[in-house]
């Protein structure tokens, strides 16, 4: 058997004919399903990390068991950003008009748009994902501290509940950050565009 390049129809001679060959709308589901399943499990490591503490603690101390549930709502809220980023992205993805299967893919089609939406979406749900799974590590941190501080000197509760509402500032910023590399994610839906 030689070495030599395949030549068949479907062979894929480089990353590049790899990377556009695949659909723009797979590229686009695929960021979409990285940002929310990401998002999720920031929520779950960060519930994990502060749950974990929180139980630990009100051994010793059970009046902190309710007031340190805000740190788990904070994590949780991890997981609401990514399910609120994959609306906004799935609303940007619709099927042309006339539909694929009725021949509305011509050469006049604008593909580099099409490809560069598809690009967009899937950049936009896999940095929305990344800030979330940063997120929802660094609540589960900040909400572990603050159960076990609390449960030794309850004054600094509040000191470290303002640390832990900047830990979850991430984020946000990670939507503000997707929704504006997902502005200029339009695919086109009929070849006039």
């Known amino acids: 058997m ?28 695929m960021g979409l399903a990285f940002g929310l399943s990401l998002s999720v499990i ?3 490591w960060g519930i994990f990390l ?12 059970p009046r902190i068991r309710s007031k340190n549930l ?12 990514g399910v609120i980023m994959a609306i906004v992205l799935n609303g940007l993805m619709k099927k042309p008009e006339g539909g694929i299967e009725n021949g509305s893919f011509t050469d006049e089609w604008n593909w580099s748009s099409f490809y560069f939406a598809g690009y967009g979406v899937f950049s ?9 799974v940063a997120s929802g590590v660094a609540v589960g941190i900040a909400g ?12 600094l509760f509040v000191k470290i509940l303002i640390v832990e509402i900047f830990a979850s500032a991430l984020g946000i910023f990670g939507i503000i950050v997707g929704i504006i590399q997902s502005n200029s994610c ?8």
Request: net charge negative; glycine share 10%.
């Open 70 to 81: 805000i740190s788990v709502i904070f994590c949780e809220a991890t997981a609401i950003y």
């Open 2 to 29: 030689s070495s030599s390049s395949c030549t068949g129809e479907y062979c894929n001679a480089g990353w590049s004919e790899v990377l556009t060959s695949m659909s723009p709308y797979g590229w686009g589901s």
């Open 42 to 44: 920031g929520a779950a």
């Open 144 to 155: 572990s501290s603050c159960a076990l501080a609390d449960a030794q000197d309850s004054s």
């Open 50 to 61: 502060t749950g974990s503490s929180l139980v630990g603690a009100a051994v010793k101390s």
């Open 186 to 193: 339009q695919f086109p839906y009929d070849v006039a565009n």
């Open 124 to 132: 936009s749900g896999l940095s929305v994902g990344l800030t979330n």
